[in-house]
């Protein structure tokens, strides 16, 4: 699938591409906080040793900054894109549209969903523009 990005995307991929030798995928800008796609196991080397790496890229950008690790299956991607919360399955159903259905622990509902729905609705956004996932439930 092809990603339509901005300039203003494009130009942050390549600043953090440069600060950390890591090419995203993707990039979300959303205000003051930008969400950058990671290859899959890359995710190391985009977050540094105790976070320095990210932190430095934060700096320079000035904005905040969260990543996502890429993965292989569009299970796979929901899960990662919800991280830090616990997620015990996730299941694609292709009823009429493409839901991803997501069990959560009760205690990490709140990391899943995020402030003001700010995690769920990235997370959306991503599965959407990747995996053609039309909405994420949290069950």
């Not at 996502?68 to 299970?75: F, G, M, N, P, Q």
């Not at 959560?104 to 959407?128: F, H, K, S």
């Not at 523009?129 to 069950?139: F, G, V």
């Amino acid at each position: 699938m092809r990603i339509e990005l901005s300039d203003e995307a494009r130009r942050y991929i390549g600043r953090f591409d440069e600060l950390t030798g890591v090419a995203p995928a993707d990039c979300l800008v959303e205000g003051d906080r930008l969400v950058f796609l990671v290859p899959a196991g890359e995710m190391a080397a985009a977050i540094g040793q105790a976070g320095e790496t990210v932190e430095s890229v934060e700096r320079d950008l000035g904005k905040s900054v969260d990543l996502v690790e890429d993965a292989d299956t569009a299970e796979a991607f929901v899960a990662s894109a919800l991280a830090p919360a616990a997620v015990n399955a996730v299941t694609v159903s292709e009823q009429n549209d493409r839901v991803a259905y997501v069990e959560v622990p009760e205690p990490d509902r709140g990391v899943a969903i995020g402030a003001n729905g700010r995690n769920i609705e990235t997370a959306r956004t991503l599965a959407a523009r990747h995996y053609d996932i039309d909405d994420i439930q949290l069950s």
